[in-house]
T-cell receptor, first 109, second 113 residues
Framework: LAKTTQPISMDSYEGQEVNITCSHN???????ITWYQQFPSQGPRFIIQ???TKVTNEVASLFIPADRKSSTLSLPRVSLSDTAVYYC??????????FGTGTRLTVIP | DGGITQSPKYLFRKEGQNVTLSCEQN?????MYWYRQDPGQGLRLIYY???????QKGDIAEGYSVSREKKESFPLTVTSAQKNPTAFYLC????????????FGPGTRLTVT
């Protein structure tokens, strides 16, 4: 089971770049790494997904080293509205996504 | 407007009663999922369905039941056998089982007293 490990919480000032790292030592060859964002009392929202190296979209970047045993979500210039819980997921086989406890990011004015 | 709807947003029940949570999607997705979230915790998978008339147990299926008679609907019944039913319940769907991006509904907060 490719479970993930993330820091429980992080604080950052507005305007800074935030990097959240996730460990997934048991990731399988075919697994993708996916990140979700969740605000209180809402369902999670997909942010970004990658397999290797670097992926960038309009909201974030995802860095994955060659061994794929970890990944880093990078949020550029965070704002107060980025305060949320961020989940790193690895697909555990064909039919399952495992959501851990996530990282609670607090952006400070 | 495409998306997933869950109703109601808040639900209150007495202990010992079964309750059914609704989940509907108009995204034409094959796969649908039910998760449970407790305060300060991550999501735990209850059941998932890859296609109509087929569903599989997730990590915490005991005390729950589902049906998938239509592609767009995946209702979850919380039975009286579920020992701690009070939680936030989230429904999701994706193009295929195990894919990539799951689309989540707004959730139903169930309180059982």
């Amino acid at each position: 089971l490719a479970k993930t490990t993330q820091p429980i919480s992080m604080d950052s000032y507005e305007g800074q770049e935030v990097n959240i790292t996730c460990s997934h030592n048991n990731i399988a060859t075919n697994d993708y790494i996916t990140w979700y964002q969740q605000f209180p009392s809402q369902g999670p929202r997909f942010i970004i997904q990658g397999y290797k190296t670097k992926v960038t979209n309009e909201v974030a970047s995802l860095f994955i080293p060659a061994d794929r045993k970890s990944s880093t979500l990078s949020l550029p210039r965070v704002s107060l509205s980025d305060t949320a819980v961020y989940y790193c997921l690895v697909r555990t086989g064909a039919n399952n996504l495992f959501f851990g406890t996530g990282t609670r990011l607090t952006v400070i004015p | 407007d495409g998306g997933i709807t869950q109703s109601p947003k808040y639900l209150f029940r007495k202990e010992g009663q079964n309750v059914t949570l609704s989940c509907e999607q108009n995204l034409n997705h094959d796969a649908m999922y039910w998760y449970r979230q407790d305060p300060g915790q991550g999501l735990r998978l209850i059941y998932y369905s890859q296609i109509v008339n087929d569903f599989q147990k997730g990590d915490i299926a005991e005390g729950y039941s589902v049906s998938r008679e239509k592609k767009e609907s995946f209702p979850l019944t919380v039975t009286s056998a579920q020992k701690n039913p009070t939680a936030f319940y989230l429904c999701a769907s994706s193009w295929q089982s195990g894919a990539d991006e799951q689309y989540f509904g707004p959730g139903t907060r169930l309180t059982v007293t």
